[in-house]
């Protein structure tokens, strides 16, 4: 088997802030494989947006910083390498997709220049060549009209579109990963599924791999190849996707389950909230962080947070009641 094109091993990120420090993520490990889609989901402050921006060296130091662990990607640990060897990695080797693509662009440049600006910093291509790839890029996101569209402002871009030109940005430079930060939060459904379907098309045909972080499962059960289920910081569960929605091992995870509005079989059966609210990271204690919203949870929860093992062929699970249910 070949090697994963990223592998990020026991990774902790921490943030100081005024009423102490924040594990925002706590020895976090998974792999992604050439063409393979890797969805990360759990509910807001769960730690999927910081551990994309630990992968791209961008947690503001300080008041973060990455306490510990490796992140290999193409047999390299990005921790290690210098800023400017970081630089040449990050926009080229590795793409991001951020969540509002309004605040992610620049106003004050045309859409065109700010496509075309990483294929010059990174391939030293001149201006002309670069505008031809931007306009080549803008057709391959299916925006309409890309030669004259280039030329326009952010602000005169309609949501989807915006999204589909940050996309466009993200694959200037042929990169090997691209990590989508909720790339449709910001979407009507039709054009989530749009955009969506997109980034999946263009990464399994350039053999781009894909981590698509969002909170919402119903999304990923269309386009993700495996799921890692993250709370409070740490992975509770990591599947296949077909293996996460069949037999689905975590409390957190059926609770996830359990919100989404189903098309198929029963449709009768009501929607089952969560209850309570997601974890104080300044006071997680000792235990299992979901123990305060579990039904299940009894006094071995108290002790220390479940180890992450694997309850069937590469499904892994962090409870210690999986056998009791």
Same mark, same amino acid.
């Given at each position: 088997?070949?090697?994963?094109?990223?592998?990020?091993?026991?990774?902790?990120?921490?943030?100081?802030?005024?009423?102490?420090?924040?594990?925002?993520?706590?020895?976090?490990?998974?792999?992604?494989? &050439?063409?393979?889609? @890797? *969805?990360? #989901?759990?509910?807001?402050?769960?730690?999927?947006? $910081?551990? %994309?921006?630990?992968?791209?060296?961008?947690?503001?130091?300080?008041?973060?910083?990455?306490?510990?662990?490796?992140?290999?990607?193409?047999?390299?640990?990005?921790?290690?390498?210098?800023?400017?060897?970081?630089?040449?990695?990050?926009?080229?080797?590795?793409?991001?997709?951020?969540?509002?693509?309004?605040?992610?662009?620049?106003?004050?440049?045309?859409?065109?220049?700010?496509?075309?600006?990483?294929?010059?910093?990174?391939?030293?291509?001149?201006?002309?060549?670069?505008?031809?790839? &931007?306009?080549?890029? @803008? *057709?391959? #996101?299916?925006?309409?009209?890309?030669?004259?569209? $280039?030329? %326009?402002?952010?602000?005169?871009?309609?949501?989807?579109?915006?999204?589909?030109?940050?996309?466009?940005?993200?694959?200037?430079?042929?990169?090997?990963?691209?990590?989508?930060?909720?790339?449709?939060?910001?979407?009507?459904?039709?054009?989530?599924?749009?955009?969506?379907?997109?980034?999946?098309?263009?990464?399994?045909?350039?053999?781009?791999?894909?981590?698509?972080?969002?909170?919402?499962?119903?999304?990923?059960?269309?386009?993700?190849?495996?799921?890692?289920?993250?709370y409070g910081g740490r992975l509770v569960e990591m599947a296949s996707a077909e293996a996460l929605y069949r037999h689905p091992a975590h409390p957190y995870t059926r609770g996830l389950i359990a919100c989404v509005p189903r098309l198929d079989g029963d449709t009768s059966q009501p929607l089952v909230p969560i209850d309570g609210q997601p974890p104080d990271l300044t006071a997680l204690g000792q235990g299992c962080a979901f123990r305060p919203r579990c039904k299940l949870a009894n006094e071995t929860c108290d002790q220390a947070p479940p180890p992450l093992r694997e309850i069937?062929?590469?499904?892994?699970?962090?409870?210690?009641?999986?056998?009791?249910?």
């Open positions: 088997m070949t090697e994963p094109i990223l592998q990020v091993r026991d990774l902790t990120t921490r943030f100081r802030t005024d009423r102490g420090v924040v594990t925002a993520v706590d020895r976090v490990s998974f792999d992604v494989n &050439a063409g393979e889609t @890797l *969805a990360i #989901v759990g509910e807001s402050g769960s730690g999927k947006s $910081v551990t %994309a921006l630990s992968i791209l060296g961008l947690i503001p130091q300080p008041p973060g910083e990455i306490a510990s662990g490796e992140i290999r990607f193409e047999g390299k640990d990005l921790l290690r390498l210098k800023p400017a060897e970081m630089r040449a990695i990050r926009g080229n080797r590795i793409a991001m997709i951020f969540q509002e693509p309004m605040s992610s662009m620049n106003p004050a440049l045309t859409v065109g220049k700010q496509i075309a600006e990483p294929i010059r910093i990174h391939e030293h291509r001149p201006w002309r060549d670069a505008y031809d790839e &931007a306009v080549a890029l @803008l *057709a391959q #996101v299916q925006i309409p009209e890309p030669r004259s569209r $280039v030329q %326009a402002y952010p602000h005169q871009f309609s949501g989807g579109m915006r999204q589909r030109a940050m996309i466009a940005m993200a694959l200037a430079c042929k990169p090997k990963l691209i990590i989508a930060d909720e790339p449709t939060t910001a979407l009507d459904v039709t054009v989530q599924a749009q955009i969506l379907d997109l980034l999946k098309t263009l990464a399994q045909k350039s053999g781009t791999a894909l981590i698509l972080i969002t909170h919402d499962l119903g999304v990923v059960a269309r386009y993700a190849d495996r799921v890692a289920v993250m069937s062929h590469q499904h892994l699970n962090a409870c210690f009641l999986h056998d009791a249910y």
